[in-house]
């Protein structure tokens, strides 16, 4: 590892030589698809343990919730032989690292929530707190309880998102609660409800407003319209656009209701997502907020009151969507039925529940959303064993020798996936895919382990390598090298001490080791937008991540560091006026 010296000179000569860059947009069709499906939790789990009588009858897990840093999840599961539920936690990519958190209690199905900084879990009018390992009930965040909460995840400026009954006709309504990154209420902010439907319960059932799920920027919250006074169930999707817009205007005079608040579900900032006969829910975001996720019974057969006996002959799937309720996906697994679809606060992992032998043998699942550019009609092809092709208008010598199925682009393309990450291909790109492929498409997903320890650069931390991006083909060869920028989320690189050395790492296909990019395709670090730009020129494994960081606390060393800083500044100054003489 470099020293603390090596690193500060080295990022002195970096910062020197990089350039924001920014590409064009054009118009793409990206597909999706879901990849292979893994079990988060190990069959141990599941068979239960004698200590709790779990073992007579076994365990099914009830609702989940994945850290914002996507390293760990926390879960309810439900024994089988008495139906009390108990608090769990698991590592994901260790099914067998599962533990008990909190003692059995009654059935309680609520949303798993974590604060920004993971800190802390929303439990319905609960709150557990990581640290101290203890349970808070009865919670309010600026005098509201809340349930099925879900919270944006910004630098500052955090919101709690509630659907919850309000006024004196109970009206159930949608409330955004201004928190601080560890959860609690922020005292510089007030409450806003940003919706005004005034929609009644019907007599005997549930809250017709229901699990509003916020978009990580803030920008729009989706929500259930559900109504249990039908059985079985009805349940629409909706999402509420505009949302910075409604929270910052002003209130209604004397209320907590915002003046843009809109007052029935055909305003224009509300949009329809899924309006059947059927029970739809569970809707969230995708990293970016570009796509809804939700579940459906296709069987429309859900009835809440009769929550396990409906769940038998339902045809519960997996969906997805784009914000504008658009390009409606229906992924239909082979077994049994999947619901309760919801993504990581990161990447284009997924996880779901799965019935695996009846109503009441339910697993959860993690898979990952693979977006795919096919880009057939979009090349030209190129001829196999040729090491040349004119690219600008040049001959231009390859670095490999053409296969059966490279390729040479006529138009730019660019392939974005759910997490921001970009592949950007100019005209003229030749793409040089392996022998013998026979769909000319371009993809990329999000693996659903993390990098291996056994993967790390030697003395690396664990955590050195919090995020990757997998593209494909594998081994698919460009020239020239193209571009490729990944998003991370604060969440995902907290474990990092210092931003500034956040690097692009590939993954060596012979050592099955990540190494650093080179400098000199690195092009941007961005850290106040959360981006890191690098060229790559084949396809395989890439990470983001840093090293870890040791400060020196002597006064000399840090005014010795300052100098040699100064002096690089100066010296690479020198040669750049030299270079224009």
Same mark, same amino acid.
């Given at each position: 590892?470099?020293?603390?010296?090596?690193?500060?000179?080295?990022?002195?000569?970096?910062?020197?030589?990089?350039?924001?860059?920014?590409?064009?947009?054009?118009?793409?069709?990206?597909? &999706? *698809?879901?990849?292979?499906?893994?079990?988060?939790?190990?069959?141990?789990?599941?068979?239960?343990?004698?200590?709790?009588?779990?073992?007579?009858?076994?365990? $099914?897990?009830?609702?989940?919730?994945?850290?914002?840093?996507?390293?760990?999840?926390?879960?309810?599961?439900?024994?089988?032989?008495?139906?009390?539920?108990?608090?769990?936690?698991?590592?994901?990519?260790?099914?067998?690292?599962? #533990?008990?958190?909190?003692?059995?209690?009654?059935?309680?199905?609520?949303?798993?929530?974590?604060?920004?900084?993971?800190?802390?879990?929303? $439990?319905?009018?609960?709150? !557990?707190?990581?640290?101290?390992?203890?349970?808070?009930?009865?919670?309010?965040?600026?005098?509201?309880?809340?349930?099925?909460?879900?919270?944006?995840?910004?630098?500052?400026?955090?919101?709690?998102?509630?659907?919850?009954?309000?006024?004196?006709?109970?009206?159930?309504?949608?409330?955004?609660?201004?928190?601080?990154?560890?959860?609690?209420?922020?005292?510089?902010?007030?409450?806003?409800?940003?919706?005004?439907?005034?929609?009644?319960?019907?007599?005997? *059932?549930?809250?017709?407003?229901?699990?509003?799920?916020?978009?990580?920027?803030?920008?729009?919250?989706?929500?259930?319209?559900?109504?249990?006074?039908?059985?079985?169930?009805?349940?629409?999707?909706?999402?509420?656009?505009?949302?910075?817009?409604?929270?910052?205007? +002003?209130?209604?005079?004397?209320?907590? %209701?915002?003046?843009?608040?809109?007052?029935?579900?055909?305003?224009?900032?509300?949009?329809?997502?899924?309006?059947?006969?059927?029970?739809?829910?569970?809707?969230?975001?995708?990293?970016?907020?570009?796509?809804?996720?939700?579940?459906?019974? !296709?069987?429309?057969?859900?009835?809440?009151?009769?929550?396990?006996?409906?769940?038998?002959?339902?045809?519960?799937?997996?969906?997805?969507?784009?914000?504008?309720?658009?390009?409606?996906?229906?992924?239909?697994?082979?077994?049994?039925?999947?619901?309760?679809? /919801?993504?990581?606060?990161?990447?284009?992992?997924? !996880?779901?529940?799965?019935?695996?032998?009846?109503?009441?043998?339910?697993?959860?699942?993690?898979?990952?959303?693979?977006?795919?550019?096919?880009?057939?009609?979009?090349?030209?092809?190129?001829?196999?064993?040729?090491?040349?092709?004119? %690219?600008?208008?040049?001959?231009?010598? $390859?670095?490999?020798?053409?296969?059966?199925?490279?390729?040479?682009?006529?138009?730019?393309? #660019?392939?974005?996936?759910?997490?921001?990450?970009?592949?950007?291909?100019?005209?003229?790109?030749? =793409?040089?895919?392996?022998?013998?492929?026979?769909? /000319?498409?371009?993809?990329?997903?999000?693996? =659903?382990?993390?990098?291996?320890?056994?993967?790390?650069?030697?003395?690396?931390?664990?955590?050195?390598?919090? %995020?990757?991006?997998?593209?494909? +083909?594998?081994?698919?060869?460009?020239?020239?090298?193209?571009?490729?920028?990944?998003?991370?989320?604060?969440?995902?690189?907290?474990?990092?001490?210092?931003?500034?050395?956040?690097?692009? &790492?590939?993954?060596?296909?012979?050592?099955?080791?990540?190494?650093?990019?080179?400098?000199?395709?690195?092009?941007?670090?961005?850290?106040?937008?959360?981006?890191?730009?690098?060229?790559?020129?084949?396809?395989?494994? !890439?990470?983001?991540?840093?090293?870890?960081?040791?400060?020196?606390?002597?006064?000399?060393?840090?005014?010795?560091?300052?100098?040699?800083?100064?002096?690089?500044?100066?010296?690479?100054?020198?040669?750049?006026?030299?270079?224009?003489?």
């Amino acid at each position: 590892m470099c020293t603390i010296i090596q690193r500060i000179l080295l990022w002195g000569v970096i910062a020197s030589t990089m350039a924001l860059t920014t590409g064009t947009t054009h118009a793409q069709t990206i597909t &999706y *698809s879901l990849g292979t499906a893994s079990e988060l939790l190990d069959a141990a789990f599941y068979a239960g343990e004698a200590v709790d009588g779990s073992d007579a009858a076994g365990r $099914l897990v009830l609702n989940f919730g994945v850290s914002n840093s996507g390293s760990f999840a926390i879960f309810w599961a439900l024994n089988r032989a008495n139906f009390q539920q108990g608090l769990f936690r698991v590592t994901i990519g260790d099914p067998s690292s599962w #533990e008990r958190l909190t003692a059995d209690q009654g059935f309680d199905y609520d949303q798993i929530t974590f604060a920004p900084d993971d800190s802390k879990v929303f $439990l319905g009018s609960r709150v !557990y707190d990581i640290a101290s390992e203890t349970i808070q009930t009865g919670v309010t965040i600026h005098g509201y309880g809340f349930s099925e909460a879900t919270v944006t995840h910004k630098p500052t400026g955090n919101w709690l998102a509630t659907a919850r009954n309000v006024g004196v006709d109970e009206n159930s309504e949608i409330l955004m609660l201004p928190i601080l990154n560890d959860g609690t209420e922020d005292p510089s902010r007030v409450p806003v409800q940003v919706t005004k439907f005034g929609i009644i319960n019907p007599p005997g *059932s549930e809250s017709p407003l229901t699990l509003a799920w916020v978009a990580n920027d803030g920008s729009a919250v989706a929500f259930i319209r559900w109504d249990t006074s039908f059985n079985p169930d009805d349940g629409d999707v909706y999402v509420l656009d505009n949302l910075g817009e409604i929270l910052s205007a +002003p209130k209604l005079p004397a209320t907590d %209701i915002s003046s843009l608040a809109p007052e029935s579900l055909s305003d224009p900032n509300v949009t329809p997502i899924r309006i059947t006969g059927n029970l739809a829910s569970t809707p969230s975001f995708s990293q970016d907020g570009d796509l809804v996720f939700y579940a459906e019974d !296709y069987n429309n057969n859900f009835d809440f009151e009769n929550f396990f006996a409906s769940l038998s002959g339902g045809d519960w799937d997996m969906n997805l969507c784009n914000r504008d309720g658009s390009g409606h996906v229906r992924f239909t697994q082979p077994n049994n039925s999947q619901s309760t679809l /919801k993504p990581f606060t990161t990447g284009s992992r997924l !996880y779901y529940l799965q019935e695996v032998t009846d109503v009441t043998d339910i697993h959860v699942y993690a898979t990952t959303l693979i977006a795919e550019n096919n880009i057939e009609t979009q090349t030209a092809p190129l001829d196999e064993g040729e090491t040349t092709a004119t %690219i600008d208008g040049e001959v231009v010598e $390859l670095p490999f020798t053409l296969t059966d199925s490279a390729v040479q682009l006529s138009t730019p393309v #660019e392939v974005e996936d759910s997490s921001g990450t970009i592949v950007e291909l100019p005209a003229d790109q030749v =793409i040089n895919f392996p022998e013998g492929t026979t769909t /000319k498409a371009i993809s990329i997903l999000t693996p =659903i382990d993390p990098v291996a320890p056994n993967q790390l650069p030697p003395d690396a931390p664990e955590t050195a390598i919090p %995020i990757i991006r997998t593209f494909g +083909p594998p081994n698919t060869q460009f020239a020239p090298p193209i571009t490729i920028t990944i998003s991370y989320t604060d969440a995902e690189v907290a474990s990092i001490p210092d931003e500034q050395f956040i690097r692009p &790492y590939l993954l060596d296909p012979e050592t099955n080791i990540f190494v650093q990019i080179p400098q000199e395709d690195i092009v941007d670090v961005d850290t106040l937008n959360n981006t890191v730009t690098f060229k790559v020129s084949h396809f395989s494994t !890439y990470g983001i991540g840093g090293l870890e960081v040791e400060v020196p606390n002597s006064p000399w060393m840090l005014a010795s560091i300052a100098l040699l800083i100064s002096l690089t500044g100066i010296v690479f100054l020198k040669q750049q006026n030299r270079s224009r003489n």
